[in-house]
């Protein structure tokens, strides 16, 4: 599967780094994903070490634009990029707080992965505003949802100094930051209020159907605790 085949990102980060997880989601996020990457110029936000920038480059994407706020992780994908030999022409990593990014530079992209990230913020309307005004046809989020069919969502916090967590910004209290775990309908309603209605949902209980061995590394998908989603902008509402 696609990360035997490039075992570093195993271990350029702490945060579910497993291969069989990483595969796994790999399958969901990407693979399933093909037809709307190919030849797409991706904006991938909160990209960690890159694992994912790196993954749509290898399934067709013509440029990526990562953005995170961990120096680290930044020039770990660097790193990682250049031992896999990947054309420096191909990507771009920023440094820097995804909102103030999004709000100070312009970003012309086809297709936003946002993953694993809309558990970790409660600026919802900031995130989804930047979202569109990037003017992409499709938007793929995997994120920790609650289990309601209320559009609801369950305040959290964030202890910033964890690499899995969120990182610290403007609206943070020392190392702690408030965020939310959206249930499933209120990001249907988020995404449908800022002009993206929902294009496919990726079937994880199907996938794992029968495949007691793999549920370890995915449990929080086979319990449907968390979602993989894909959205295609609405009629002009990119306008």
């Known amino acids: 599967m696609f990360f035997d085949d490039y075992p570093l990102f195993a271990t350029t980060s702490k945060t579910a780094s497993s291969t069989s997880r990483l595969n796994l989601r790999h399958l969901a996020m990407i693979e399933a994903n093909k037809d709307i990457l190919d030849g797409a110029r991706v904006l991938d936000l909160a990209s960690h070490d890159g694992r994912w920038s790196f993954a749509a480059l290898k399934a067709g994407a013509a440029h990526v634009t990562g953005v995170e706020a961990r120096q680290g992780?930044?020039?770990?994908?660097?790193?990682?990029?250049?031992?896999?030999?990947?054309?420096?022409?191909?990507?771009?990593?920023?440094?820097?707080?995804?909102?103030?990014?999004?709000?100070?530079?312009?970003?012309?992209?086809?297709?936003?992965?946002?993953?694993?990230?809309?558990?970790?913020?409660?600026?919802?309307?900031?995130?989804?505003?930047?979202?569109?005004?990037?003017?992409?046809?499709?938007?793929?989020?995997?994120?920790?949802?609650i289990q309601t069919d209320e559009p609801?969502?369950?305040?959290?916090?964030?202890?910033?100094?964890?690499?899995?967590?969120?990182?610290?910004?403007?609206?943070?209290?020392?190392?702690?930051?408030?965020?939310?775990?959206p249930s499933l309908p209120a990001v249907h309603m988020l995404l449908h209020t800022y002009g993206m209605d929902l294009e496919d949902q990726f079937d994880w209980p199907g996938l794992l159907a029968g495949n007691q061995d793999l549920l370890g590394s995915v449990r929080d998908y086979h319990t449907e605790r968390r979602v993989t989603l894909r959205y295609r902008r609405r009629g002009d509402a990119g306008a």
């Open 73 to 145: 992780l930044v020039e770990g994908a660097e790193k990682t990029f250049a031992e896999y030999g990947v054309d420096k022409g191909a990507y771009d990593f920023v440094h820097g707080d995804l909102f103030t990014v999004l709000l100070e530079q312009d970003f012309d992209v086809d297709v936003v992965l946002c993953l694993g990230f809309m558990y970790h913020t409660l600026r919802y309307p900031e995130l989804l505003h930047a979202i569109t005004n990037t003017t992409p046809m499709h938007c793929v989020i995997d994120t920790k949802i």
């Open 152 to 181: 609801t969502v369950l305040l959290r916090t964030n202890d910033t100094r964890a690499q899995s967590a969120a990182a610290k910004d403007d609206t943070s209290h020392g190392s702690t930051v408030i965020a939310g775990w």
